[in-house]
């Protein structure tokens, strides 16, 4: 940093500084750069291409469906905008909880082409959550499937899965849902209850684009060929534990605190890819380390089509134009 602002910088200036402020000038530069590092990390294009293709694929996807829902916001104006706004801060805030709060860190994305928040926050989750929003199951259950994320391996609340996704995202999604429902059926507007099943609009595109690029993935792609090289859950001591108290429903649960790799076997990845086929431990606790997809994983590669296009079809394919009011009496 010295060199390149006394080359490039100082050498240019009309008058002299004195060395004591080159030396503050120098050491803020380089606070900014690290600043920046941790905000925003980048990889190589043709090492993500080869060792996390399907990642890739769904970055760039991403990237355009977040434009045309942009567009829609934009074209429609007025409450629109302001929602649109709403979903993104209000995903890299619940993205950044994770961070903050440890309880709730039981997620570990992959590395993405562009990854904020100390490599933590991929731009995938922050352009393309808000559609997937829409159809978050088969989201959890190919990202599961194909390592664009992993899950806490040791906390109880992760323990029980379905197609590898855990329990708990599915009563959240759930209780969602049955707010949805109720809200939208109690309204006696009969506009807000009645819709045209074969109109197609930007969301319309994004949606179809998306589970159209789920479809091909899953069925033309093998989760053996993922090398995923980032951060992941750490791998430490195994006798460290953390308290689950904060939560309500986990009263006097605890989970380790680190991934131990005594006698463990994640059931979506292995380290068949890596050296030595284990990780290189060099420190006390190791958050950056190279998981690889298992083989384990295509057994059930059938299942995962059935599931998708069965969940893509059956929504298609829905006829129903209007919702019914249910009213409620509490």
């Given at each position: 940093?010295?060199y390149?602002?006394?080359?490039?910088?100082?050498a240019?200036l009309p008058?002299?500084?004195?060395?004591?402020?080159?030396?503050?000038?120098?050491?803020?530069?380089?606070?900014a750069?690290?600043?920046?590092?941790w905000?925003?990390k980048?990889?190589?294009?043709?090492n993500f291409f080869e060792n996390?293709?399907t990642?890739?694929?769904?970055?760039?996807?991403?990237?355009?469906l977040?434009v045309?829902t942009?567009?829609?916001?934009?074209?429609?104006?007025?409450?629109?905008i302001?929602?649109?706004l709403g979903?993104?801060m209000?995903i890299f805030?619940?993205?950044?909880?994770?961070?903050?709060v440890?309880?709730?860190?039981?997620?570990?994305?992959a590395q993405g082409?562009?990854?904020?928040c100390g490599?933590?926050?991929?731009?995938?989750r922050v352009?393309?959550?808000?559609?997937a929003?829409?159809?978050?199951l088969?989201?959890?259950f190919?990202?599961?499937?194909f390592l664009w994320?992993?899950?806490?391996f040791?906390?109880p609340?992760?323990?029980?899965?379905?197609?590898g996704v855990?329990?708990?995202?599915?009563?959240?999604?759930?209780?969602f849902?049955?707010?949805?429902?109720?809200?939208d059926?109690?309204?006696?507007n009969p506009?807000?209850?009645s819709?045209?099943?074969?109109?197609?609009?930007?969301?319309?595109?994004?949606?179809c684009?998306?589970?159209?690029?789920l479809?091909?993935l899953?069925?033309?792609?093998?989760?053996?060929?993922?090398?995923?090289?980032?951060?992941?859950q750490?791998?430490?001591p195994?006798?460290?534990k953390?308290?689950l108290?904060?939560?309500p429903?986990?009263s006097?649960?605890?989970?380790?605190?680190?991934?131990?790799?005594?006698g463990?076997?994640?059931?979506?990845?292995?380290?068949h890819c890596v050296p030595g086929?284990?990780?290189?431990?060099?420190?006390y606790?190791?958050?950056?380390?190279?998981?690889?997809?298992?083989?384990?994983?295509c057994?059930?590669?059938?299942?995962y089509i059935v599931l998708?296009w069965?969940?893509f079809f059956k929504?298609?394919?829905n006829?129903k134009?209007?919702?019914?009011?249910?009213?409620?009496?509490?």
């Open positions: 940093m010295d390149l602002l006394d080359r490039y910088i100082f240019y008058f002299q500084i004195s060395d004591n402020l080159k030396k503050s000038i120098s050491s803020s530069s380089m606070s750069v690290k600043i920046a590092d905000f925003c980048t990889q190589d294009l043709w996390h293709f990642f890739l694929a769904v970055e760039i996807l991403y990237l355009f977040f045309f942009l567009i829609h916001a934009i074209r429609l104006g007025g409450r629109y302001y929602t649109w979903i993104t209000l805030l619940q993205e950044s909880l994770q961070l903050w440890p309880i709730f860190n039981i997620q570990w994305n082409l562009l990854s904020f490599g933590r926050i991929p731009i995938s352009l393309g959550a808000r559609h929003l829409i159809i978050k088969p989201y959890d190919i990202g599961t499937y994320w992993t899950w806490d040791n906390n609340l992760t323990q029980e899965k379905i197609y855990p329990w708990i995202v599915f009563v959240n999604i759930f209780q849902a049955i707010r949805t429902y109720f809200a059926r109690s309204n006696k506009k807000t209850r819709f045209n099943p074969y109109w197609f609009d930007e969301l319309s595109f994004a949606v684009i998306h589970f159209i690029m479809m091909l899953v069925v033309f792609y093998n989760p053996i060929y993922v090398v995923s090289r980032g951060f992941h750490p791998i430490g195994c006798e460290e953390t308290s108290d904060l939560l429903f986990a006097g649960l605890e989970k380790s605190t680190y991934l131990c790799l005594n463990t076997e994640n059931e979506f990845f292995d380290f086929e284990k990780p290189i431990i060099d420190d606790v190791v958050e950056w380390y190279t998981i690889c997809g298992k083989q384990s994983s057994d059930h590669q059938s299942e998708i069965y969940i929504k298609i394919l006829p134009r209007s919702s019914p009011i249910i009213p409620l009496n509490f």
